[in-house]
Nanobody, 119 residues
Framework: QAQLVESGGGLVQPGGSLRLSCAASGVSFSINAMGWYRQAPGAQREMVAVITGGGDRNYADSVKGRFTISRDNPKKTVYLQMNNLKPEDTAVYYC?????????????WGQGTQVTVSS
């Protein structure tokens, strides 16, 4: 069974940087999109960044210019480089992956990693 294993979260000061990593293990199929979502206390989960199987990237407006998503397909790993972090970025960050299986899209989620931006 597929498992998404996340790492890289932690505590950082405003203006600092973190890099999140997520590796898909136990995966024998081809992954389409991979990405990152986040959920702050009292808020709904929102998309942060997604990279498609073809390499197209999409970012939430709030992180454009600060975050960069990338992937290493042989390693089945997705990264999120987060620069110039703000307190508003504080949330649990969840790794995401999907694949298309007729007639539906299968989605996979990591367990979440805490990112806290605070002085």
């Amino acid at each position: 069974q597929a498992q998404l294993v996340e790492s890289g979260g932690g505590l950082v000061q405003p203006g600092g940087s973190l890099r999140l990593s997520c590796a898909a293990s136990g995966v024998s199929f081809s992954i389409n999109a991979m990405g990152w979502y986040r959920q702050a206390p009292g808020a709904q989960r929102e998309m942060v960044a997604v990279i498609t199987g073809g390499g197209d990237r999409n970012y939430a407006d709030s992180v454009k210019g600060r975050f960069t998503i990338s992937r290493d397909n042989p390693k089945k790993t997705v990264y999120l480089q987060m620069n110039n972090l703000k307190p508003e970025d504080t949330a649990v960050y969840y790794c995401y992956a999907d694949r298309y299986v007729f007639p539906t899209k299968r989605e996979y989620w990591g367990q979440g990693t805490q990112v806290t931006v605070s002085s």
